[in-house]
Structure formats: structure tokens, C-alpha cells
């Protein structure tokens, strides 16, 4: 168990609402909920969840941690809102879900293997190197996420797909050396740092 | 028409020889036609996208965003943001809207924007608005259907709004559930729009089109497959993902599940260039992968008025 | 009804629904003068439109003839059809109310004969109805509608088929020459009773009543059953008329939804329960209900109907906010979608014909009613609060099922004469 | 009443002139109906035909009207004429709505008619203007049993009103449970906290109310009487009894909690730390907006379970079977008295259905931003301790859980004082099935003591409340003059209660006045006739005194039946119980109906015109055949419909009179009887099914088939099949042949 989660089990001790109202982006939402379950059958990944958002806030009331934390449900989300609009409780969901996803990672406890969760985590990493995307780049990184035959593989599978979009001039295969820059590169690093800083301060997390 | 001016947020797929440099062709055709002057954000950054959150989290996503915003209230005073990508779009609402909804948040923000010597520039007094909702507030389908000179005669399109153009914040006067702006775009501009498609508002997968490349597709195909039943020759979208992810993995679906997937997926802004006179490539038409055949040809025919 | 005379002493009913009828009759039959206005052309109200009551599944007109007969017989009571408020002004004791006629264009020479709609071709919407089918421009709204005189649509008037009606009219009794007119009643207390309206069901786009034929509303259902109304009495499909064998009701349609009506409407629950009996009435066994609830709210002994209809193996219960409706474009049949909570289960269940269980929404928005009126934000009369001696009653107070309105409506018909005893000095 | 003088009024419009020869319908009414004056006129509904009746009243000092023209449901307005009595031949929905219009049919249809207008003549010329009954009184002060939240309610708001009020509360203070809350839910917006319960100034209120006077300590120990005219006995405590006089009564006794030691399962009686929410309110208050200790050991509640439904709901028999309503906001405002206090306080609501109708939900809302949890659970035992295990199946995660808690909180329910239960202790049959035994924590102690033939208090509806049976008329009762409001009708929180009881009170003052006007109370509000009996021919066989649906009728000392015209609704059920037909009404007779059959012209069996008798419900299968009428849904032209008040008033000499008359057939028209019974006087039509169950030896004695006589129940919405059911009758006849009665 990582340090960072350790301290939390620590701090928050059998409640785990509180925990979630404290550190997750609109947890204190989650006590809102009444069950009704519109959000699980809107969601287009639905069937994808092993468990869905209304059973996963009844979960958290019911302070089942692990469940919920390294659950892979979260990771499904594909940020369609359709559980936002239709929730009659106005519950921002996919907010919810996101912040989750968002906290299980920090904690470091988040299902290693997700596909989302490392292609999210190389996106990131992705756009704040220059403040841009560099599409190239991802989608190489991505196919070389399970090492470089699957790599190769996969690559080859996306080969026609790529060569259609450079063909296309909408993939630019010189983008290796560069693209996706922004002059401003420095500040926006500057800037994600101290964003990390206040928001460990905020909620505790001692790094 | 008096010209409009608007401070412009391309976003990272607008970029040249990015996924998505076509729509931007199209879309300074079009803007050419309404006389829209576009002044893009100087040095914009990437908005983090529905996918920046595991990484990211909160605040971190929401100064990436809160930078754009500070960058176009200090060099495009007093002008709404204008944003073709329907991420961007959204990213930048949604951290305006969080920002004027919390004290804290703000505070928190105004501190990482010092960083950047930005804190005093973000005001916040600004609207976020996407191009759909610039062609359907500011100028209206009447004014729109003024310039067209080739009517997009006898083609049927299905309107695939997506889902972040229309939810959470959506155009004013849609449904969640029906939208019907790019049917009447369709419309106007000649071609014969498909009402009764059923799929309008299906998720594409999103970002999990690279992640959970199966799952999506499964999405994408229920997408083509209605739109094929209802008789519909095109898809037009008014968001670079659901375009790219339309389009591009047609091959895979057909592959996968033994369809006969080939339905060109165009941008809203194709059919107005197009409509309003533009020839191919200033429609941006050699950016279709799967060329929009019926299109290129009006586009090669000349003006009717 | 010919002009009102009314004095301080004098109570005002406004709405000619249960809720108003009880209120005007408990206070006449207490010897006060009362005047019951109607916006419709006769009274009756939402009751009226319905097949039978829960849980005693007895017929609302049964109720609604001894209300008649005792009005018939009540000379203190007088009302006014085709009236509505327009202005309240003044203070408990003494109101001046300015009440806006609309023109019949029948007048009281009226047998109900008939003649007139037998000549008139041209049809209108029948409100009644809900609007599921069309009726004749000279019309008798129902067949137990008080007054019992015919209306003539203002559509027709200065068309021949106008003349036609006049001209079938063998006692004088049209009088196309009528004319909108307002009078103003002096009253000493005022009970409103303007009762409900059913939400907006094309507001709840997930569930696509304004794309499917065969989304209906609850009370389009009702309707449904009336031997002469729009289907003749059989549960059929609007799309191609096929029985409707395999229903399904959505609870809560816009009700406890913040985007929709925030508050429970307290009946729709028993609604559907009621209604799932409709559909074994017409197929008996070969009927499927399925109710999609997210609570079921069948507070007191109405918890025994809850069991009984649970009880009832064609009866399904899905705890679920349904997510959202779909066509089946081939048959016609609309598949539901969404989860059953308890325990999780994910459903795509396919049924011939769906209803909203939709909410109550006050019918006049009691913002509006006069100075002085406490509303809440739904716009129902915040009964709660002191509201001079203006009297909220039934529905227009709270989303109140029949027995709870009609209670109401006593209680309210008690506050309004206590003011005017005040004013009387009547010492008993 | 001066000598009779009948005008027959033949109506030609509506297409009756077009239909009928007319001329011979007035020598009808003339020749046969005895009617001093009879005219036609072409239009009798408007200004110049009523003119004209009105002329013959003053002028020629006609006093009993015939109305030959259109149902007696229509052109009310134009026929009402006081102080003359009116009788109806309906020829419109009766006979030409309802006959085909054709040359074959034109002779069988004027026979219709002829015969209406000699039921109508005959009917008239046995009626007599009803006049107030001579023995009511005239008190109007209001007499309000129990003097909690609902009890209070009525006496201040009928003394608002202007009446004098007695109110009687068994305990030393007035406020009842509301008066033992620490607060009430919120009766208006934003619905989201708790607020004072308002008791203590209602109290204050009352006891300087000139007109409102208090008697605490004291029960009712006797009841007798009649509205306008009560006579009750109020016994104190300590002992003494005061005799008042009322003119009516509101029955507010209220409820106890549903006994916590018959659920020791869920610890009720195992653990001091297991309240109801009653004892709940009672630690709050204690604590009074501080922090809520526990009663064992005073430790400070960090905890605290509440478990809804606790023996309610319960299909197993042993506890209540229905919902008490306010107990899932009662738990939500009780969870809030600890949020409020400390918010960091643990409070779960364990719930299979949360139950928060109308503005509950904001409630609802409240107390989840409070942060209180709800659980949608089955909760299956509570396991005493120090800390409380809180055993459930939860059923949203759909696995057994448990809660751990410093106290639980038990929702149990509302049990109605509602005193004895007349029908299990033997009285009149209990149409509404017998009441379980569950119900109720055992004890039965009268309330009001009546001193009434059938019973000491009201009818019971179900599970020991005595609600009223009609959803339309929620304060329709059994006993004239007699209301109940407040949880002892039926389980509601204060807020209902307060709008209920001021309803009682408006229904207990018009009960009074209308008594003092010698008017019957509602369903027949404002008539004035009231029931007589022949002394003489009475043979003392208690049949009315029994059958009597309102228990209006006791026995004197001579053992004779004591009407007790202001408890009386007019329903006739007495005169159809009299074997020896001595009751009657002036308007409404053994003969006013006798004479209408015996009228009709009966051809002989030569003549293949059969006669139908139809003895049809005003209320509900009349108006069916009118609404079939105005369908023109057609129906056999033998048949001869006579309106009757109520099926219980058929007696059944109407029906032996037909038989021997010659009449073919008899089909009685009543309403649904049973559990869900529609009749507006309870027993009317249960009462004539079982009379008539009995008709069948008759029939044998006369040699008539049993098919001949049919009772059926005929809906207000029957408008089909109330014409197909004289159809089936006429087939029936058909098939069996004329009736050989025919002379």
C-alpha cells in the first residue's frame, strides 16, 4: 500500500463518505444520490461497469473502499454526460466518476493494467511536455504502451489508419521531432506544479 | 452583413497536418462567406481534454483552461471565445463556470496563474461559446441560407451531434435527447436532412476509442448502421473526435463484424463551404479519408446565383 | 347562469373541479351564498376524465351525480361556466373580484336536445379527450356535464356552420350575437380550487413522447377506457391500433426530478397500481404490466392495494428510474432501458405501449393569483402561510389525491366562513 | 295538507310533439291520472311554459305537479317550484331517446308514454309536500372528544367560526403526541427543517377562548340523542358527572404507538437503548437542541439506526398491516435533531420504500444534505448491546449487512382509539369484513358510549380506523352528526391532521344546522321529509332497528321503533325492511312507488306486449339509463322504470304487487354491495340482494319462473349494459312466455 494511502486509511478510519466528500472532485455529492439508478442505465459503456455509478455510491456509503477505489467501473467513463443531464438529483456523475478514477490513481491503488488508465496517463504526460498534443507521438506511445512487439502489432493494425490520415494531411509524420509546442511550454510546467502543490495542501495529502 | 470578430480557440486538432486541419479549412471558408474575423488566442494550450482527469485531476485541468481564458481576456478584450472542438469547447465552460460557482477554486487558480504572470488577466467575463451556437445565435438559418450558391441538391445526411457539443451545456433550444441544429443546417444549405435518425446523440467512445478501441467501435457501428438504414449517403458532425472516430475505423468494423461500412463523415462547416461556393480543397474535402464523392462534385460545378 | 348578485357576505369558489364543487356545496349547504366559477364549459374537473377511482376502483361520476343533485337542489349555490378570474383586489371582508365571461353561445333556452351538433360538420380537438380524437364544434363536452347545455366553438362563429346550428335550433336557444364580458363580484372570502394540470410529457425527452406513438400519458390512459371515449373503451397502441397487452408505467415522470417537477406528486404511484387492473381488466391473464418505480408511495391502508396488485402474477415491479425509451421501428414497440437496482440487473425490455405516470403541476400559478398569495416555487398556494381570506383548496395547494383534496377543500370552506361570519356578526 | 290538486304538463319539444300524439297523452292524464288541469305546451322549460305552471299553482291552487317531459335530472332550474309536490314522467330520455322512430314502433312507443304519465299522475297523487320533521332540536354548540393537535384544531377553529364548543380530553393536559415532540416537520416552504410544534400557544389560545370550554381529566360516559339535540354525559377522573347538551360531535381520540414490546426481534423491550419515535422525541426533548444521550448509561448518542416499517407493513398477520405515512418524515426530522445538533453524528435510515409525498421531498433532500444516510434495506434483527447491531439485507448492494449503532430508533405505527368495534362485538352485519386482530395494541374502551340500538361508537373501516368508506366524501359517517378527523380515522401526520379536523368542524357545525332546520345531512342534504311509522300496525320485529345502515333507529321502552328523524338520511332501507309496510315518507311511500306499478296499463296475454317492472337506483343506474338515452341506445319499449332512493327502500311488496298486476318480469337496479360497495347508504343494496334472495319461494307459490325477478348491480358508468340487461329480460320473457298473472 502506497504511503499516500496509508495516511488516508489512517485519517478517515471507517468513514469512507468522508473521505470521498474531502478529496474527490464533487464528492460531497455522493450523499445526494436516492437510488435510482438513471445514471447506470444511461451510461453507453454500461454493461462494460462491474459496478455502476448508483451502486458505486451506495458503496461508498456503505465504506467499501477497496471495492470502489480499485474497481476498473470509473475507467469506463467516456465523459458523454449523458448521467449528468439526466440524474434528478443533479448530480454531476461523470465528474464524480472522473474525480475516483483521479483519486484511486494518486493513491496509487487504481487497477494497474487499465488500457484508460495508461492511455490517460500518457496523454497527460503528452500535452504539458509542450502545452499541445502531439497526435503522433500518442498514438506511437500508445501502441508501444505493451511493449515493442505488441507495439509493432498493433501498429501494423493502425498502419492503413495512420497512412490514410498522413495521406490526408492530418497526421504529420514529422511530428517526432517536434509539434504540439507552445512558447509558453515554461509557464504552463510552472504552473502545474503549483496547481499539484495547492492541491495537496487542500486535501492533505502530505507529499 | 457587418463583419463579427471573435477571439478564436482552434484547439490542438485544428493544427496544421492534425487530425482535424481539414474542419479548420472549412471553417475559415465559411467564416470568409459570413465575413466572421477569427483572432486566435496567442499561444493557446492544449484544454486537457475529458480524458486529462486521471493525470490532471481537478485543478491542474482547470488551469490549463483558466490560461486560455486569461490569454483571450488580455489580447482579444471584450471579444467571446469562439471554439470549434467540442472538447475545448466544453473544457473551457466548464472551468469558467466552475470558477465563477467557487471562491475557493477561483483563489486557488488566480494563484497557479501567477506562475505565469496571468492572475490579473483572468476575469472571467467572457463567453464560451462553440461555432454551432456563433452561426445559429449571432447570425440565424435565414441569414445562413442567404449566401448558399450550390444547393447540396438530392443528398441525404444524418446530423450526428455527439454528445459534448450537446451535453452537459448543449445549444440553446436543443433537447439532450433530439437536437435538431444540424438538421436544419443540413437543410438550408439544400441537402435533405434525416429526422428520424435514431442515433444523433450515441456516444463514439470518445478518448476510449484509443483505450477500449472494441467497445467503441461497437458504439461506432450502431452510429453507421442507422444512419445507413435510414437511407442516409453521409454523416455531418460538428466534433473533430466523433468525426475521426467515425471515419477512420470503418475498415476495423467492417473487418470485425462483416459490414460494408463506406459513408463519408463530414464537418457542418464542409457542406456550408461547399454550399457557399467553396471548391473542394477549400472545403477541406481531400481531408475525408473516405472522400465525400457527392460533394467534391458539387463542389466542382459552378455557382448557381 | 345570468349575472351573479354577490355581497361581502358572499363566497367565492374558483374552479369548478372536486375540490371546488365540495367547497361551495359544504359552505351553501352551511347556509352562505356561494358563487362557483368554471373556466370550462361545464364542471367536473379532472375527476371527470377519469375511468375509476384507486383504491376502491369505483367510477369518479358515481361521486360526481350526488355533487350535481345536490347543486341542482341548492338555490344559495349559483355558477358560472366559461368564467375565469382576472383581477382580485381589496382585502378579507370585502374583495372585488373581476371575473371574465367567455361567450357559449348557448343560452339557457338549451334542452340538449342535440339538434345543433347533428347539423354542424365542422370538428374540433376534443379536450376532454386529451385531445386523442376530434368532436363535432357544437358539443355537449360529456354526457354528464353540468350545465347540461350544448357550446358552440368560437371557431365556427361568423362561418355558416355557425348559421347552420342557429338555424337546427328550434327554441332559440343559439345566440350567435354573444360576446365576451366581464362582471365584478363583490365577496367577503375567496377559496381557490384551480386544481392541476399533468406535466409537460414532452419535457421528459428521454422518454420520447413527443417522437413515439406509443409513449402515452397516464391520463391519456384513462381516457383510454371510457366505453365513448377516443378508442371506444379498448387498450390499443396509437401507432397501428394493435391491443395492448404488455404495458409499462414509469413512475415519476418529471415528478421528484430537479429538472422537472421537484416535489412527489403523491398519486401517481397508485395511478399505475390502478391502472396495471385496467389491463387485466381487458385481457385478464393474457395481460403484462410492468411498473418501474423508484419508490412505491402507497402510504396508509392503501398500502393493502399496493399488496394485492403485488400479489398479481401479470404484474411486474422494476425498481428503476427508467433511463431512457427507444422505437423498435419493425413492430412498433418501445424497449425501455436501464437498470434495476436492486441488485443491479440491466434491462432492455420491450413492451406494446408505455405510460408516464406524469406529475401534477398547479394549474394556475399562484404567483399570479393576487397580492398577498403565498406561492411556493412550484407555484402551488403555500397553504401554510396567511393569505388574507383567499383559501387555497385541493391541488392547487399540493399534489393531493381525491379523498386529501376534497378535505382540503372542506377546511377551506370552513376558513371562508368563519370571515364571513366576521362580517355578519353572526353569533351562534 | 289541503286536498290534492294535480297539473299534468305535456311537454311537445325535443321532438316529443314530432313522436307522440300528445292530445292523448293530456285525456290520459285527464281521464285516468284524475289531474284537475292538464295541458301541453310546446316548450315547457322556458320562460312561457313555467309561467304557465306557475299561473295554474296561484290561480287555480294546483299543488302537486306532473312534469311530463324530459328526465328529472334536466331543466332542474326551470321545474323548481317550492311548496308543490313535483313528479316527473320522463318521455324524453324515458321514451322517444330510447324507441326507435318508425310506423311499427309508433304504437308501443305512445303506450310508454301513456303509462308515464299515469306513474307520474299516481305518483303525485300520493306524495305529499314534505315539511320539516317536528321532533328536531336546535343546539349548535360543537362537542369535541380528545384534546391533541387535531382536538384543538376543531374547537378553536369552530369557535373562529362563532359556536360554542365542549372540549373533552381523558388526560390532565391539553397537546396530545404533537404536544410531546420536540418539533413537528415543516408545513411550508423551504420544507427543510423541523419547526416548533405550536402547541403550547394553541393550548393558551383555547383556555382564553370565551367560547371554547375545557374539561380535562374526563371521558364521555354516555351519548344519546340526535343532532341538534345530543345529550352526553362527561364523567371527571376523580369522579362527578356533568350532563351537557350538543348539537354535534367530533370524535378526535387519536392513536397510540403500535406497542414496541411485540417486536422484540427487533430489540423492542430487549434494550433501554430501543425507543419508538415516540420515546425519541422524548430524549430530544431532554436534550433540547443539545446532544441526545441514550438512555442506558447517558452516554452521548455518536451513533443512531432507524428502522422504518418496524411492525407495519407486515404481511405475516402478527402486526400491522398498513403504513403509517408521517413515520418516514418523522425519522428524517428525528435524524436531523441529531445532524443539527452535531453533524458529526452517524444517522442511517434503513427503509424499504422512503415515503415522502408532496413537498416530503425537499424534506427528504434536507436531511441528505445534513448528511444522514439512507439504506434501502430489509431489516431483519437488532441485537442488543452496548453498541446495537442493526441486522439487514441490503438491498441495493444485495447482501446481508450490518449497523452498528449507539441507539435505534423504531418507526413503529399509528394505532386508532377509535374504542370498540362495533361489529365484532356483535351488532349489524360488518360489510366491511372482519377487522384483524392484529390491529390495535388489545384494549377497547368506548369513547363516546352512544347509547345508540347498534353499538357504543362508529363503524369501523379497516384495520381499526374508522374512515370513511367513499373517496369523494371523506367525512361521510355512519352516525349522523358524528365526526371523526385526526389519526383515528386514518393514520396522518399533524399537518393533515390540523386540515382534517377542520374539516370535522365544519361538517360537525352544518350537521347542526342543518338539524336545527330539520334538514337531512348529506347524501340527501336539505331534504325535509323524515320517516313515520303506524304505531298501531307495528308488530315489534326490530327489522328496521337492525337494518337501519346510520343506526339511527333505537327501541323505546315499549320496545317500538324510536326514529330519531336528525340521525336519519332518508335512504327508505326501513321502509324496504317493514314487513308490515307501516314506515313511510311523505314524499316517498310504500304507495307513492305502489300506486306508479299498479298504474301501468297491463295488456292482457293475448297481446304479446309484455311489461317490464324496473326498480332503478337514483343514484347511480338511473342516471346510467338517462346517459344510455342521451347515447340513444335503444332499449325494449315493455319496460316501465320507477327511480327508487335507494334499492334497501324496495319492499318487497312492489314486487308481489307486479306479479299479481301481470307483470312479466322485475329487474332491480341497485349498486356494487360487498368490500368496495358503491351504495351511498352503505347496506342499501345488500340489504335488497338479500331480501330478494328470498323472493324465489314466492315466485314458486304463484307459479312464476324464478328467471322473471332479477337483482343486479348496475355502475353509473353501466350505460351499455344497464339497456342490455332490460333486453336480456325481454329475451328471457320471450323464451319462458307471458306471465299467466294477466286478469
Known sequence: MSELNKAMVNKYRNDFLKEVEANVEEGDWVKMCMQCGVCSGSCPFGPYWEHPPQEIFMMIRAGKRDDVLKSESMWMCTSCYNCIVRCPRELPITHIMHGLANYAHRLGIAPKMNPTRRFAKLFWKNITKGGRVNELKLSIGLYFMDGFSNGIKKGLEMLPVGLGMVKTGRLNPFALLGGGKCKGAGDIHKMLKKAQEIENRRKGFAS | MAKKEYSFYPGCSSERKASASNYMVSVESMCKTLDIKLNEIPDWNCCGASIGYAEGGELPRHAMNARNIALSEKHNPGQDIVATCAACWLGAKETHERLSASERLLADTREVLKEAGLDMDYKGQVEIRHMVEVLIEDFGYDQLAKPVVKPLEGIKIAGYVGCQTNRPFGVAGESFENPKYLDKLTEIMGAEPVEKYDQKVTCCGGALAFSEPDKSQAQIKKIIESAYDFGAEMIVTPCPVCQMNVEVYQDQINKKYGTKFRIPVTYYSQLMAVAYGSNAKEAGLDGNIIRAARLEEIAAKPAKK | MADAVATNETILVVGGGISGMTAALEAAECGKDVVLVEKNPSLGGRVSQLYKYFPKLCHPTCGMEINLRRIKANKRLRVLTLAQVEKVEGSPGDYAVTIKVSPRYVNENCTACGACAEAVSAEIDNSYNYNLNKMKAAYLPFTMAYPQRYVLDPSIIGTPEADKAKAACKYGAIDLGMQERSLTLKVGAIVWATGWRPYDAAKIQPYGYDRFDNVITSVEFERMMDPFGPTAGRLVRPSDGKEAKNVAFIQCAGSRDRNHLKHCSRICCMASLKQSTYVNEKFGDQAQSTIYYIDIRAIDRLEDFYQKVRANPTVKFVKSKVANVTEDRATGDVILHGVDTEGYHRYDNRHDLCVLAVGMEPSVDAHSIAAGVHADVSGFIDAGMANGAIFGAGCATNALDVNRAVQSATAASLRAIQVINKVSGAEV | MADIKIGAYVCKGCGLGERLDIAQLVTVAKREGKAQVAREHDFLCNGAGVAMIREDIEKEGINHVVIAACSRRAKT??????????????????????????????????????????????????????????????????????????????????????????????????????????????????????????????????????????????????????????????????????????????????????????????????????????????????????????????????????????????????????????????????????????????????????????????????????????????????????????????????????????????????????????????????????????????????????????????????????????????????????????????????????????????????????????????????????????????????????????????????????????????????????????????????????????????????????????????NDAYPALDMAAMNKIQYSAFARVVPVRCLGSVNTIWINDALTAGYDGVILMGCQKGENYQCHFVKGSEMAHYRMSKIDDTLKGMSLEVERVRTCEVAITDIQRAPSIINEMAETIQKIGLSPMKF
Open chain 4, 77 to 618: 332550474d326551470a321545474f323548481g317550484f317550492d311548496n308543490v309536490a313535483i313528479s316527473r314522467a320522463n318521455l324524453r330520455e324515458g321514451v322517444i331517446w330510447v324507441q326507435p322512430d318508425t310506423e311499427q314502433t309508433k304504437e308501443i312507443t305512445q303506450e310508454m308514454a301513456a303509462d308515464y304519465v299515469r306513474m307520474g299522475c299516481a305518483e303525485a297523487g300520493r306524495m305529499q309536500v314534505a315539511v320539516t320533521n317536528p321532533a328536531h332540536g336546535s343546539n349548535k354548540r360543537i362537542l369535541v372528544v380528545g384534546g391533541g393537535i387535531s382536538g384543538m384544531t376543531s374547537a378553536v377553529e369552530a369557535a373562529k367560526a362563532g359556536y360554542e364548543v365542549l372540549l373533552v380530553e381523558k388526560s390532565g393536559v391539553l397537546g396530545g403526541w404533537v404536544g410531546r415532540l420536540y418539533r413537528r416537520m415543516p408545513s411550508h416552504e423551504p420544507y427543510s427543517d423541523p419547526m416548533e410544534t405550536g402547541v403550547p400557544e394553541l393550548a393558551k389560545a383555547i383556555e382564553s377562548n370565551k367560547r371554547i370550554k375545557v374539561y380535562l381529566n374526563s371521558v364521555i360516559s354516555r351519548t344519546s340523542g340526535a343532532p341538534g339535540q345530543f345529550s352526553v354525559d362527561i364523567s371527571k377522573e376523580s369522579g362527578g358527572t356533568t350532563t351537557e347538551n350538543v348539537g354535534a360531535v367530533i370524535m378526535a381520540s387519536g392513536f397510540e404507538p403500535y406497542d414496541l414490546n411485540k417486536l422484540p426481534e427487533l430489540g423492542g423491550g430487549k434494550s433501554p437503548d430501543v425507543v419508538d419515535q415516540a420515546g425519541l422525541e422524548a430524549l430530544a426533548r431532554t436534550a433540547s437542541g443539545g446532544a441526545i444521550k441514550r438512555p442506558s448509561d447517558g452516554k452521548e448518542v455518536k451513533s443512531v439506526a432507524f428502522v422504518q416499517c418496524a411492525g407495519q407493513r407486515d404481511d405475516s398477520g402478527k402486526h400491522l398491516a398498513y403504513c403509517s405515512g408521517h413515520c418516514c418524515n418523522t425519522s428524517i426530522k428525528q435524524a436531523m435533531y441529531f445532524k443539527d445538533a452535531n453533524p458529526g453524528v452517524d444517522t442511517v435510515v434503513i427503509y424499504t420504500d422512503l415515503r415522502t409525498p408532496g413537498n416530503g421531498e425537499d424534506f427528504y433532500r434536507s436531511a441528505q444534505r445534513k448528511g444522514v444516510i439512507f439504506t434501502k434495506g430489509k431489516v431483519s434483527e437488532v441485537v442488543p448491546g452496548t453498541d446495537l447491531q442493526v441486522k439487514f439485507k441490503d438491498l441495493i448492494l444485495n447482501e446481508d449487512a450490518v449497523a452498528k449503532a449507539d441507539l435505534v430508533v423504531l418507526a413503529t405505527g399509528m394505532v386508532a382509539n377509535s374504542g370498540v368495534d362495533i361489529d365484532a362485538a356483535g351488532g349489524a352485519p360488518n360489510v366491511e369484513g372482519q377487522p384483524e386482530a392484529a390491529a390495535g395494541n388489545g384494549k377497547q374502551v368506548s369513547v363516546l358510549n352512544l347509547t345508540y340500538r347498534q353499538g357504543k361508537d362508529l363503524p369501523l373501516l379497516k384495520h381499526g380506523f374508522n374512515d370513511s368508506h367513499f373517496i369523494c366524501f371523506p367525512y361521510e359517517t355512519r352516525r349522523t352528526g358524528i365526526y371523526s378527523c385526526g389519526p383515528v380515522r386514518r393514520p396522518m401526520d399533524a399537518q393533515q391532521a390540523i386540515e382534517d379536523a377542520t374539516g370535522a368542524a365544519l361538517k360537525a357545525i352544518q350537521a347542526a344546522e342543518n338539524a336545527a332546520l330539520g334538514r337531512a345531512a348529506h347524501p340527501r342534504s336539505g331534504d325535509l321529509s323524515y320517516p313515520a311509522f303506524r304505531r298501531e300496525g307495528c308488530t315489534q320485529c326490530k327489522r328496521c332497528t337492525v337494518e337501519c345502515p346510520f343506526g339511527a333507529i333505537d327501541e323505546d321502552e315499549q320496545r317500538y321503533p324510536q326514529f330519531n328523524e336528525s340521525r336519519c338520511r332518508r335512504c327508505g332501507t326501513c321502509m324496504g325492511a317493514c314487513p308490515v309496510r307501516v314506515i313511510s315518507f311523505e314524499n316517498y311511500s310504500v304507495d307513492t312507488v305502489g300506486y306508479q306499478i299498479k298504474a301501468v296499463d297491463v295488456p292482457d296475454q293475448f297481446s304479446e306486449k309484455p311489461r317490464i317492472l324496473v326498480l332503478a337506483c337514483e
